[in-house]
């Protein structure tokens, strides 16, 4: 079993028996403190079914249990050298964070960003890059959660913005990855902003007739959802993942109801309307190819 065939989502689908998945270092005990000392390699622990999964097995998979077909976070770097072919070409480096509101809560501002920075490795909540999909050229934006909740400050604004305009030179189309809190508060209105700039270059890419597939992952909230995540010209969800403006408790406490599952959940808003689909992330590349290629009529 290969990583291609993972990517091309051959392997592991929801219906294979689980007798059947032969993914290697998982292993399911009656007792956590016997699974503990089952690894010899660090393990992540599934948040539906609690197995123990090698991190290694774990990356193999796309970061899906191979037991219960849970969809666990994904980082920003890990996905999209999932999602292309090969290693993309990183674009919008360049571009880094400043502290012109000199902002302090608990903390200063910079001494936030390097704590996210040690954490994630990311200098920022947004990694772009350039490659290709079966031969078929893109660039794709994916959100680090990690990082400050991936939320969108100036530089995320900057990075995307330059995406979409390389998108539109080169006449490629754009996929993001959204997961993110929503907008970074300690950058206040300029971070508010980021919100217009990126609404507006996802117009230019319109106008210029170039897809821009957004892909929703588990979560979606506040200044991202209500601009680039749901401004594409297609909407793909992963199962089971949280989408909304407002947070569910801040609704309940608002309305005065309480809100039942599966509010807010991808399969509530496809029943909906506001997502067109639901995608296994092992379907995910094969699904936005024949997308990309429906919409720029390749044969």
């Known amino acids: 079993m290969s990583q291609e065939e993972v990517k091309s989502g051959k392997v592991l689908s929801p219906v294979t028996p689980w007798t059947d998945r032969s993914v290697p270092g998982i292993h399911i005990p009656d007792e956590q403190q016997t699974l503990k000392a089952t690894f010899t390699e660090p393990t992540i622990e599934c948040p539906e079914c609690h197995a123990l999964v090698t991190r290694t097995a774990m990356s193999f998979n796309a970061y899906v249990c191979p037991q219960c077909d849970e969809h666990l976070k994904m980082k920003a770097r890990d996905r999209l050298n999932w999602f292309f072919d090969q ?16 902002f302090v809560d608990s903390k200063a501002y910079p001494v936030r960003m390097k704590e996210a920075q040690e954490k994630t490795g990311e200098t920022e909540a ?10 078929l050229p893109m660039i794709a934006a994916a959100f680090e959660f990690d990082f400050m909740g991936g939320s969108m400050g100036t530089v995320v604004g900057d990075r995307f913005v330059q995406a979409a305009e390389k998108a539109i030179a080169s006449q ?37 007739r170039v897809p821009y597939i957004v892909v929703l992952t588990h979560p979606v909230y506040g200044g991202v959802t209500a601009s680039l995540a749901m401004l594409g010209d297609v909407h793909i969800a992963e199962p089971k993942a949280m989408i909304g403006f407002a947070g ?4 309940e406490q608002t309305v005065r109801e309480k809100l039942e599952e599966p509010f807010q959940r991808a399969e509530f808003l496809l029943d909906h309307g506001v997502v067109d689909q639901i995608v296994h992330r092992h379907a995910l590349r094969d699904t936005v ?4 290629a429906k919409l720029m009529n390749l044969p």
Request: net charge positive; with cysteine; glycine share 10%.
């Open 87 to 102: 290693s993309g070409q990183e674009l919008g480096q360049e571009f880094v964070a400043k502290d012109p509101l000199k």
């Open 126 to 135: 947004l990694v772009v890059m350039q490659g290709q999909i079966k031969g």
């Open 172 to 208: 490629q189309p754009l996929i993001c990855f959204a997961a993110s809190g929503g907008a970074r508060m300690q950058e206040g209105m300029l971070s508010l902003m980021q919100m217009a700039r990126t609404s507006a270059a996802i117009q230019k890419m319109k106008e210029a």
């Open 248 to 251: 569910k408790r801040v609704i």
């Open 289 to 292: 190819y024949r997308i990309v």
